[in-house]
C-alpha cells in the first residue's frame, strides 16, 4: 500500500516537474506564446458566438482606430457571455449601445478651478 502511494507520489511529482520545469521556473517563452494563441482563439470562437457578422466588422474597425477601447469591449463581451448575460447574437444597434456605455464610463470629466483672488485679477484692481 505504502509502496502504491510513493508511486503516485512520485509520478505527480514528475508531472509537475515537466509541467514547470525541472528548475521550477516559469514557462518558457514559446509555451507562454502558445497560451496567448490560445486565449486569443478562445476569445475570437466567443466574440465570433454573440456577435453577428455587422457587429463583428465593426467592433475590428474599432480596434484600428482605437485598440484599448475595442480591448475593453471584446474583455466586457467575453465576461457577459461567460455569465450568460447574453442570450442571442448581438447585431450592431446593440454593439453600438455597449460601446456608448463604455464611453461614458470611461469618459474623463475635468474640471478647471480658477481662484481669481490668488491669481490678482480682481476687477477691482483695474481702477
Given amino acids: 500500500m505504502d509502496d502504491e502511494l510513493e508511486a503516485i ?6 508531472e509537475l516537474q515537466q509541467q514547470y520545469g525541472a528548475g521550477g521556473g516559469g514557462p518558457s517563452a514559446e509555451e507562454q506564446q502558445e497560451k496567448q494563441r490560445q486565449q486569443a482563439d478562445m476569445k ?14 465593426r467592433l475590428n474597425t474599432i480596434a484600428v482606430a482605437k485598440p484599448e ?22 447585431g450592431e444597434d446593440q454593439l453600438i449601445g455597449l460601446l456608448a456605455r463604455v464611453s461614458e464610463q470611461t469618459q ?3 474640471t478647471v478651478k480658477f481662484d481669481r483672488r490668488r491669481m490678482r485679477l480682481d476687477d477691482s484692481d483695474e481702477d
Fill in 9 to 14: 507520489k512520485a509520478r505527480r511529482m514528475a
Fill in 69 to 90: 477601447k475595442a480591448k475593453m469591449v471584446e474583455s466586457m463581451l467575453v465576461q457577459m457571455a461567460r455569465t450568460g448575460q447574453i442570450q442571442n447574437k448581438l
Fill in 108 to 110: 474623463n470629466k475635468t
Fill in 44 to 57: 475570437n470562437s466567443i466574440l465570433s458566438q454573440v456577435l453577428d457578422q455587422s457587429a463583428r466588422t
